[in-house]
Protein backbone atom coordinates (compact mmCIF):
# COMPACT_ATOMS: atom_id res chain seq x y z
CA UNK A 1 0.00 0.00 0.00
CA UNK A 2 2.73 2.39 1.08
CA UNK A 3 4.58 1.42 -2.80
CA UNK A 4 0.94 2.44 -4.60
CA UNK A 5 0.54 5.15 -2.50
CA UNK A 6 4.00 6.75 -3.28
CA UNK A 7 3.74 5.43 -7.20
CA UNK A 8 -0.02 7.88 -7.13
CA UNK A 9 1.42 10.39 -4.92
CA UNK A 10 4.32 10.78 -8.18
CA UNK A 11 2.16 10.44 -10.89
CA UNK A 12 0.19 13.35 -9.77
CA UNK A 13 3.18 15.54 -8.95
CA UNK A 14 4.31 14.53 -12.59
CA UNK A 15 0.61 16.22 -13.81
CA UNK A 16 0.81 19.08 -12.17
CA UNK A 17 4.17 19.87 -13.03
CA UNK A 18 3.56 19.51 -17.04
CA UNK A 19 0.41 20.97 -16.46
CA UNK A 20 2.79 24.37 -15.10
CA UNK A 21 5.44 24.38 -18.00
CA UNK A 22 2.29 24.42 -20.60
CA UNK A 23 0.35 27.34 -19.06
CA UNK A 24 3.63 29.18 -18.65
CA UNK A 25 4.17 28.26 -22.31
CA UNK A 26 0.89 29.35 -23.78
CA UNK A 27 1.72 32.76 -21.75
CA UNK A 28 4.82 33.37 -23.29
CA UNK A 29 3.06 33.05 -26.94
CA UNK A 30 0.31 35.37 -26.14
CA UNK A 31 2.63 37.50 -24.89
CA UNK A 32 4.77 37.54 -28.12
CA UNK A 33 1.68 37.27 -30.45
CA UNK A 34 0.35 40.69 -28.33
CA UNK A 35 4.00 42.45 -28.89
CA UNK A 36 3.76 41.68 -32.15
CA UNK A 37 -0.17 43.15 -33.00
CA UNK A 38 1.19 46.29 -30.81
CA UNK A 39 3.54 46.57 -33.38
CA UNK A 40 2.22 46.01 -36.53
CA UNK A 41 -0.47 48.76 -35.22
CA UNK A 42 2.10 51.52 -34.09
CA UNK A 43 3.77 50.76 -38.03
CA UNK A 44 0.60 51.38 -39.32
CA UNK A 45 -0.77 54.47 -37.57
CA UNK A 46 3.26 56.01 -38.33
CA UNK A 47 2.76 55.12 -42.35
CA UNK A 48 -1.25 57.03 -41.73
CA UNK A 49 0.52 60.02 -40.57
CA UNK A 50 3.43 59.98 -43.17
CA UNK A 51 0.50 60.08 -45.57
CA UNK A 52 -1.10 62.51 -44.12
CA UNK A 53 1.51 65.11 -43.93
CA UNK A 54 2.65 64.63 -47.38
CA UNK A 55 -1.01 65.05 -48.75
CA UNK A 56 -1.29 68.27 -46.51
CA UNK A 57 1.96 69.54 -47.82
CA UNK A 58 0.34 69.11 -51.51
CA UNK A 59 -2.53 71.08 -50.84
CA UNK A 60 -1.49 74.73 -51.34
CA UNK A 61 -3.70 77.59 -52.07
CA UNK A 62 -3.81 81.17 -52.85
CA UNK A 63 -3.67 82.97 -50.12
CA UNK A 64 -1.82 80.55 -47.82
CA UNK A 65 0.55 82.54 -45.50
CA UNK A 66 2.26 82.06 -42.09
CA UNK A 67 6.41 81.74 -41.24
CA UNK A 68 8.84 79.78 -41.72
CA UNK A 69 10.49 77.78 -41.05
CA UNK A 70 7.78 75.91 -43.56
CA UNK A 71 8.07 73.52 -46.77
CA UNK A 72 5.35 74.63 -49.54
CA UNK A 73 4.91 71.27 -51.99
CA UNK A 74 3.84 72.38 -55.52
CA UNK A 75 3.28 70.49 -59.15
CA UNK A 76 6.32 73.35 -59.31
CA UNK A 77 9.01 73.06 -56.79
CA UNK A 78 9.59 72.32 -53.45
CA UNK A 79 11.08 75.22 -51.17
CA UNK A 80 11.94 75.53 -47.32
CA UNK A 81 10.83 78.86 -46.61
CA UNK A 82 13.40 79.49 -43.28
CA UNK A 83 12.95 80.41 -39.85
CA UNK A 84 12.95 84.01 -39.79
CA UNK A 85 10.79 84.73 -43.36
CA UNK A 86 6.76 85.39 -43.50
CA UNK A 87 5.41 83.82 -46.52
CA UNK A 88 2.47 84.22 -48.79
CA UNK A 89 1.07 82.43 -51.66
CA UNK A 90 0.39 85.35 -54.39
CA UNK A 91 -0.92 83.34 -56.88
CA UNK A 92 -1.12 79.62 -57.65
CA UNK A 93 -2.58 77.64 -60.79
CA UNK A 94 -2.31 74.54 -62.53
CA UNK A 95 -3.80 72.70 -65.33
CA UNK A 96 -3.87 69.41 -66.26
CA UNK A 97 -1.79 70.30 -69.04
CA UNK A 98 1.13 70.86 -66.53
CA UNK A 99 0.96 74.65 -67.34
CA UNK A 100 0.67 76.86 -64.32
CA UNK A 101 2.70 79.63 -62.04
CA UNK A 102 3.57 79.67 -58.31
CA UNK A 103 4.24 82.97 -56.62
CA UNK A 104 5.42 83.38 -52.84
CA UNK A 105 5.54 86.77 -51.70
CA UNK A 106 8.45 86.32 -48.20
CA UNK A 107 10.32 88.93 -46.56
CA UNK A 108 11.30 89.75 -42.86
CA UNK A 109 9.07 92.69 -41.76
CA UNK A 110 6.07 91.32 -43.80
CA UNK A 111 5.83 89.79 -47.35
CA UNK A 112 6.45 92.34 -49.89
CA UNK A 113 10.65 92.23 -49.42
CA UNK A 114 10.96 88.75 -51.67
CA UNK A 115 9.41 86.74 -54.30
CA UNK A 116 9.80 83.53 -55.65
CA UNK A 117 8.34 82.69 -58.69
CA UNK A 118 8.25 79.38 -60.70
CA UNK A 119 6.56 79.19 -63.85
CA UNK A 120 5.98 76.69 -67.20
CA UNK A 121 4.09 79.11 -69.05
CA UNK A 122 7.16 81.02 -70.18
CA UNK A 123 8.48 79.66 -73.93
CA UNK A 124 12.06 79.41 -72.23
CA UNK A 125 15.26 76.64 -73.58
CA UNK A 126 17.98 77.76 -71.62
CA UNK A 127 19.22 79.99 -68.84
CA UNK A 128 20.14 82.92 -71.18
CA UNK A 129 16.26 82.73 -72.40
CA UNK A 130 15.38 82.93 -68.36
CA UNK A 131 17.31 86.36 -68.33
CA UNK A 132 16.28 87.61 -71.15
CA UNK A 133 12.44 86.98 -69.69
CA UNK A 134 13.27 88.34 -66.95
CA UNK A 135 13.96 91.35 -68.40
CA UNK A 136 10.91 91.89 -70.74
CA UNK A 137 8.67 91.39 -68.34
CA UNK A 138 9.44 94.79 -66.99
CA UNK A 139 9.57 96.49 -69.83
CA UNK A 140 12.63 98.83 -68.77
CA UNK A 141 12.27 100.95 -71.58
CA UNK A 142 8.67 102.08 -69.92
CA UNK A 143 11.00 103.61 -67.06
CA UNK A 144 12.87 106.39 -66.87
CA UNK A 145 16.57 105.79 -67.24
CA UNK A 146 15.55 102.22 -66.41
CA UNK A 147 18.67 99.81 -67.13
CA UNK A 148 19.29 96.23 -66.41
CA UNK A 149 22.89 94.92 -65.27
CA UNK A 150 23.51 90.92 -65.72
CA UNK A 151 25.58 89.70 -63.37
CA UNK A 152 27.92 86.75 -62.50
CA UNK A 153 26.56 82.84 -62.41
CA UNK A 154 25.81 81.65 -58.92
CA UNK A 155 24.57 78.26 -57.76
CA UNK A 156 22.40 77.27 -54.62
CA UNK A 157 22.03 73.93 -53.65
CA UNK A 158 21.43 71.83 -57.18
CA UNK A 159 20.90 75.01 -58.90
CA UNK A 160 22.83 77.58 -61.26
CA UNK A 161 21.22 80.84 -61.06
CA UNK A 162 22.54 84.07 -63.12
CA UNK A 163 21.64 87.08 -60.88
CA UNK A 164 20.01 90.49 -62.81
CA UNK A 165 20.05 93.69 -61.37
CA UNK A 166 17.33 96.49 -62.39
CA UNK A 167 17.19 99.98 -61.57
CA UNK A 168 14.61 102.78 -62.79
CA UNK A 169 13.08 105.82 -61.46
CA UNK A 170 10.72 104.03 -58.67
CA UNK A 171 13.29 101.98 -57.23
CA UNK A 172 15.39 98.75 -57.46
CA UNK A 173 15.70 95.10 -57.39
CA UNK A 174 17.30 92.36 -57.67
CA UNK A 175 16.96 88.88 -59.13
CA UNK A 176 18.01 85.43 -59.29
CA UNK A 177 17.20 83.93 -62.25
CA UNK A 178 17.07 80.09 -63.36
CA UNK A 179 15.95 77.31 -66.13
CA UNK A 180 14.98 73.71 -65.24
CA UNK A 181 14.33 71.39 -68.79
CA UNK A 182 11.24 69.29 -68.07
CA UNK A 183 10.85 65.54 -69.81
CA UNK A 184 7.35 67.16 -71.14
CA UNK A 185 8.97 70.26 -72.72
CA UNK A 186 7.34 72.11 -70.30
CA UNK A 187 10.44 73.83 -69.05
CA UNK A 188 10.37 75.79 -65.87
CA UNK A 189 11.37 79.77 -65.57
CA UNK A 190 12.50 80.72 -62.11
CA UNK A 191 13.10 83.72 -60.68
CA UNK A 192 13.79 84.72 -57.02
CA UNK A 193 13.48 88.67 -56.77
CA UNK A 194 14.47 90.98 -53.74
CA UNK A 195 13.73 94.76 -53.96
CA UNK A 196 15.96 97.93 -52.60
CA UNK A 197 13.77 100.23 -52.07
CA UNK A 198 13.38 102.96 -49.07
CA UNK A 199 10.32 100.60 -47.27
CA UNK A 200 11.21 96.98 -48.44
CA UNK A 201 14.59 96.83 -48.53
CA UNK A 202 15.81 92.70 -48.89
CA UNK A 203 19.69 92.02 -49.98
CA UNK A 204 19.77 89.35 -52.66
CA UNK A 205 22.76 87.76 -51.32
CA UNK A 206 21.13 88.24 -47.53
CA UNK A 207 22.06 84.49 -45.56
CA UNK A 208 18.09 83.63 -45.47
CA UNK A 209 17.35 84.51 -49.09
CA UNK A 210 20.21 81.81 -50.10
CA UNK A 211 18.87 79.47 -47.85
CA UNK A 212 15.77 80.09 -49.83
CA UNK A 213 17.38 79.42 -52.92
CA UNK A 214 19.42 76.68 -51.66
CA UNK A 215 16.41 74.65 -50.40
CA UNK A 216 14.53 75.21 -53.85
CA UNK A 217 14.16 71.68 -55.60
CA UNK A 218 12.33 72.07 -59.12
CA UNK A 219 10.16 69.75 -60.98
Same mark, same amino acid.
Given at each position: ?? $??????????????????????????? $???????????????????????????????????????????????????????????????????????????????????????????????????????????????????????????????????????????????????????????? $??????????????????????????????????
Amino acid at each position: MK $KLAAILLALVMTASLAACGGSGESSDT $KETSAQSSASATSEAKAEETTVEETTASAELQEGDSGEGEKTLDSDFCTVTIPEGFKYKINAYYHDEDALGTIKIDFGKKGTTEGRLEVSTTRMISSLDDAVNECIRVRNLDTYKEGKSEIGEEVTYGDTTYKEVKMSHEYGAETCLVSYYKRADG $KNIYVEIKTTQNDFDKLPIDDPLVQELAKSAVYK
